[in-house]
């Protein structure tokens, strides 16, 4: 399967939500499967033996707790394999760059140490997106074409490790995701939100 990068539209309300109580970062990435946030909630509610011995109880849930969703919000997107590319692309480096361009890999507000795949996820208010949107704006697929360097990617490890193997296809896969991902910023942005971004 691989580590793909997905996206969702979120908005600053439900980021306030989900960063004041994490495991509602199931009800946004996985609104369509209850389950999995009430198996989060049994699992961080769940008393040890020990703590059992020193008389604590295990607390219930007296009513789930749900996100509700605005026009525009709760919409994926992805950049299957293709982040780490899109991200060298737009700025020459594996992981770190001046911020907001670092939000492939690794800005934004942690939600909390609920694992969605790998690791938790990121978020990004409105005000973030916007200014995303801005920088985005500005870089063409030429700055990104120019930027591909398969020699130094595959030096520097960036995922997934097919670029002197795979050439000018590598470019395009980085550049028909980098299409989508602008589209998705821009997205959000007029519809004044904020996005979750995580591997999965």
Same mark, same amino acid.
């Given at each position: ?111 909390? #140490?609920?694992?969605?795949? $790998?690791? !938790? ?10 200014? /995303?949107? *801005? %920088? ?6 030429? #700055?990104?074409?120019?930027? $591909?360097? !398969? ?10 490790? /097919?670029? *002197? %193997? ?35």
């Amino acid at each position: 399967m691989g580590m793909c990068l997905a996206l969702h539209s979120v908005s600053d309300a439900n980021i306030k939500k989900i960063l004041g109580r994490p495991e509602l970062i199931w009800r946004l990435i996985a609104s369509d499967d209850p389950e999995i946030y009430e198996e989060t909630i049994k699992e961080k509610n769940r008393v040890s033996f020990l703590d059992k011995l020193f008389g604590k109880k295990a607390t219930t849930e007296t009513e789930i707790p749900n996100l509700s969703f605005v026009e525009g919000e709760n919409v994926d997107d992805d950049l299957d394999k293709s982040w780490q590319g899109i991200h060298y692309c737009m700025n020459k480096t594996a992981y770190e760059a001046e911020p907001p361009m670092d939000f492939i890999t690794v800005g934004g507000e942690v939600a909390g #140490d609920i694992d969605v795949g $790998y690791g !938790p996820a990121r978020l990004f208010n409105s005000e973030a997106v916007k200014e /995303i949107h *801005s %920088r985005l704006s500005n870089i063409t697929e030429a #700055d990104v074409s120019a930027n $591909y360097d !398969p020699e130094d990617m595959d030096k520097l490890d960036i995922y997934p490790n /097919i670029w *002197s %193997r795979d050439g000018e296809e590598g470019l395009e896969y980085i550049t028909e995701y980098f299409v989508n991902l602008k589209s998705f910023v821009a997205n959000c942005a007029n519809n004044n939100l904020g996005m979750a971004v995580y591997i999965c």
